[in-house]
């Protein structure tokens, strides 16, 4: 079942801002976000994740609602290498046993 | 080596015929997971191994798949009887712990096509 809904397509201007919403409303409170993104024919890269607090890192933000039902990951100044699939997944921390389970993402399309 | 890898990159088998993927994982991770990506959609999870635990297997399709992890490091995926719908990328992927606040890194995958 997912636990996640994302938009199935984004596009975004190049040097923009890319905000890509996520919806987690039944995510439980040992429940991390993370954020990950397929770049086409390549493997799955990780890229951020949280579980209450606003987290940066050197390639994008993620914003956590205060009731953590949904989350923003924002990346910046979007280049066309950012072009991929980009997933949200919330998955339980601390708790062995516990596989990453992707959804279907969104597509990112920056242009020029 | 730095990185996970995957072997064969690319496989073609005949129908019917039993293929094996291997993954040489990195060292010292103890989470080991493997997916199927078929082409134009998401990772569907098939099988992920964590240190001496029973492997979780619940993505597994069919008895025609199976998974070992020797020795805790190299893992082999064995398709076998292989049909049409079996192809796909097979990607690999281990990370320190499946529990702890661990990214996972993926292989390149093997490209599997049954002919």
């Known amino acids: 079942d997912a636990k996640t809904t994302q938009p199935p397509s984004m596009d975004c201007a190049e040097g923009r801002a890319a905000n890509l919403p996520c919806n987690h409303s039944t995510i439980s409170g040992n429940e991390y976000v993370y954020w990950y993104r397929q770049i086409h024919s390549q493997g799955p890269q990780y890229i951020i994740h949280g579980l209450k607090n606003n987290e940066t890192n050197e390639m994008a933000s993620l914003i956590i609602t205060e009731d953590r039902k949904s989350s923003t990951l924002i990346l910046p100044h979007a280049t066309l290498r950012d072009t991929a699939v980009y997933y949200c997944?919330?998955?339980?921390?601390?708790?062995?046993?516990?596989?990453?389970?992707f959804g279907k993402g969104t597509t990112l399309s920056v242009s020029s | 080596g730095a990185g996970v890898s995957q072997s064969p990159s690319n496989k073609v088998t005949e129908k019917g015929k039993d293929v094996e993927l291997r993954c040489d994982p990195i060292?010292?991770?103890?989470?080991l997971y493997w997916y199927r990506q078929r082409l134009g959609q998401g990772l569907e999870f098939l099988i992920y191994?964590?240190?001496?635990?029973?492997?979780?297997k619940s993505g597994l399709p069919s008895d025609r798949f199976s998974a070992e992890r020797t020795g805790g490091s190299v893992s082999t995926l064995t398709i076998q009887r292989t049909q049409q719908e079996d192809s796909a990328v097979y990607l690999c992927?281990?990370?320190?712990?499946?529990?702890?606040?661990?990214?996972?890194?993926f292989g390149q995958g093997t490209r599997l096509t049954v002919v």
């Open positions: 060292s010292g991770h103890t989470a």
């Open positions: 997944i919330v998955r339980v921390a601390n708790q062995a046993g516990t596989a990453l389970i």
């Open positions: 191994f964590q240190g001496n635990s029973a492997p979780d």
């Open positions: 992927a281990s990370s320190l712990a499946t529990g702890g606040l661990t990214e996972a890194f």
